[in-house]
């Protein structure tokens, strides 16, 4: 496929498939469900469905363009042996990570809430990798994959916008990867910290990169 040309800001982009992937944060049923992580820490979990239908027709543009997809999720061991302290006692939510909730225990690997949404859910052959964190790149393998397939430039979308998203971001940009960010394909329990956090993204030339929304992106891909 020829290179993709993606209106954004600051400036447009040109894309080449062959190097680049379509990154999907932490859309787990924790997050964007009733019963979850997310509406235990006092949040209003619909605020975070308004990306799937968008997220989801990104989603199958990027397999119908062969681009690599890789999904994370946010969640801890069974003995909790990987989750700080710090991170577990902090706040005060009404069900705090590894208590037993409507969906299993809290941000749990193996636990129902901790996969992903059925609407978005992983094909056969496309990474999940389950991070300790909030960025994609602490403690996993994401990376070396990304290596291995001589991508260069990352599609970030997914949950939530300030915190997961941006911090992965940040994290592909100091290993040399460009980030365009999906803006309607990100979401926050917090529509403020969404705007800001896209603003700065994009801010000084593209300090972290690019912002997009996805009909741009399809467009391009499509050619």
């Given at each position: 496929?020829?290179?993709?040309?993606?209106?954004?800001?600051?400036?447009?982009?040109?894309?080449?498939?062959?190097?680049?992937?379509?990154?999907?944060i932490d859309m787990q049923r924790d997050f964007l469900e009733p019963g979850g992580f997310g509406e235990a820490l006092g949040?209003?979990?619909?605020?975070?469905?308004?990306?799937?239908?968008?997220?989801?027709?990104?989603?199958?543009?990027?397999?119908?363009?062969?681009?690599?997809?890789?999904?994370?999720?946010?969640?801890?061991?069974?003995?909790?042996?990987?989750?700080?302290?710090?991170?577990?006692?902090?706040?005060?939510?009404?069900?705090?990570?590894?208590?037993?909730?409507?969906?299993?225990?809290?941000?749990?690997?193996?636990?129902?809430?901790?996969?992903?949404?059925?609407?978005?859910?992983?094909?056969?052959?496309?990474?999940?990798?389950?991070?300790?964190?909030?960025?994609?790149?602490?403690?996993?393998?994401?990376?070396?994959?990304?290596?291995?397939?001589?991508?260069?430039?990352?599609?970030?979308?997914?949950?939530?916008?300030?915190?997961?998203?941006?911090?992965?971001?940040?994290?592909?940009?100091?290993?040399?990867?460009?980030?365009?960010?999906?803006?309607?394909?990100?979401?926050?329990?917090?529509?403020?910290?969404?705007?800001?956090?896209?603003?700065?993204?994009?801010?000084?030339?593209?300090?972290?990169?690019?912002?997009?929304?996805?009909?741009?992106?399809?467009?391009?891909?499509?050619?």
């Amino acid at each position: 496929m020829a290179s993709a040309n993606i209106v954004a800001q600051p400036a447009p982009v040109a894309v080449d498939p062959a190097r680049c992937a379509l990154v999907i944060i932490d859309m787990q049923r924790d997050f964007l469900e009733p019963g979850g992580f997310g509406e235990a820490l006092g949040n209003d979990v619909s605020q975070l469905r308004k990306i799937v239908a968008p997220l989801r027709a990104l989603l199958g543009a990027a397999r119908d363009a062969r681009l690599t997809v890789i999904h994370t999720r946010e969640g801890h061991r069974p003995d909790m042996t990987d989750a700080p302290r710090a991170k577990v006692e902090r706040g005060a939510p009404s069900l705090r990570i590894g208590d037993r909730g409507p969906m299993g225990r809290i941000l749990i690997r193996g636990e129902v809430g901790h996969d992903i949404i059925p609407e978005l859910y992983p094909l056969a052959g496309e990474p999940v990798l389950d991070k300790p964190g909030k960025g994609g790149f602490y403690q996993t393998d994401l990376d070396l994959m990304l290596r291995n397939r001589g991508i260069e430039t990352l599609l970030v979308c997914g949950v939530t916008t300030e915190v997961c998203v941006h911090t992965t971001v940040r994290e592909a940009n100091d290993r040399g990867y460009r980030c365009i960010v999906v803006g309607d394909c990100c979401g926050s329990y917090f529509p403020e910290f969404h705007e800001v956090g896209l603003r700065m993204i994009a801010a000084q030339g593209g300090i972290f990169g690019w912002v997009a929304d996805s009909g741009a992106v399809i467009g391009g891909l499509k050619g």
